[in-house]
């Protein structure tokens, strides 16, 4: 035989299609109802349906078991299906409900989006549970104006147009330079004494900044400052301590005032901000010139306190300035001989710092040795002897109209030809005062004030004339 020996093979078992076919049908219109009556809110819970059931028109195999489903929780109130007769289908034996119950609330249908070609278009079909008609998508979002698709996170709300971007912020151009300003010498309508005075003399001025200003050199800028020193001698008092004003030579705009103080042995005058109150206790008291037994060396002191007196080193006073008169070598005959001393000038403008808190230390004591370190040294400019007057005169260029013997003038003996300051007389208590840098105004009014007191008697016969 052709299976060898034996008995022949059993022939393989086979299903038949009609039978087959008959059971799937069934369990399909049984599976149906039991979806219909799970939708309506219904629970079936006899229905069952077994796994690994032959399909239909197979070859008989059985396909692969599937997993198991979890048997559903049975109601608390089941419902029995019962076959129709006519149809074999299942019915709901339900005779308490109403023959058509109402359906249940429909919920808002939420639309599935699913990109078709490109995340730019989008498909116009969407599944839908309980809705019959399909829902009509909107046509795919554009930009405004332009026709062209929308992008990713564009918005779909397209009712207002897109805000306009921010034009990109222009570079800043610096700002030109202005032109460099002139030297006020050089300035067409530019007065430097007139400005220089408009602020000192505002009426709004602090007394600090008055202060500060009265006591500061004076600016390069000023060829010079014409000034008047009138002198008051009237009464009994003002006879015996005489009291000085400074004011402006053009408009007589008040600067400082000055006036003697009774000392014994040496001469004390006092200059203040104030016409009216001339004492140290004064709110405008800027300082004092004090002279030494012999009359011939006037120191010039701020307002500050004497190194003798046990003060704090940040109270005592500063030393601005000294005269130092010297007799003629002639016998005593002839012009009397100055040496003003000021402290020197840094480079930030401001004078150098002079407190000496013993004799030796002054100004005029350095000066006699030869040691001019930190001062600058001015000195007088002889005058000369005129035969035909008989007298020794100096050009005042009509700022001087007397002979006396208080006039002079002060030069640097590196430079003879600029006259720093003079001074004369114009008549019986006026005086001319011209200053300029590096003194200041109470440098110049202190320097004044010492030639009023100083007098030589062996001058009566010499005095000092200007030019004709």
Known sequence: TLYGEGTAPEPPTTVSKSSSSTAMSKKRNDAREAYKAKMMGYQASNIEIKPNTPLVGGSGTKPPEREKVSEPVPSPNPV?????????????DLPSLP????????SEPIPLRKPTETNREFSSKFKYEDDKEPYQAPPPATIPDSGKPALDGYSENLSQPDPEPEPEPKPKQEAPLPPPALPPSTGPSFDPAKEYFVNLLNPSLSVAKRMKMMMEPLPKALTKVECTILRDKSGLSKKMYPKFDMVLSNNH????SGQKQSMMGSAHYTITLENEDTSKKGAGYLGKVRSDSSKTEYNLFDHGENPTGGFAYEKIRQQLGCVYYEQSAANGKGPRKMNVLIPSIKEDGMQAFWKPLKDSDHMAAKFKIGNCDNMICLTNKPPVWNKALEAYVLNFSGRVTMPSVKNFQLIDPEDESKI????GRVDDNTFNLDASYPLSFFQAFGIALSSFHYADQSLSGYITQLYQ
């Open 99 to 106: 023959k058509n119950p109402p359906s249940a609330p429909k």
């Open 420 to 423: 720093v300051m003079q001074f």
């Open 253 to 256: 705009k008040f600067l400082l």
């Open 80 to 92: 029995e299906l019962v076959p129709n007769p006519d149809t074999g289908k299942y019915y709901k």
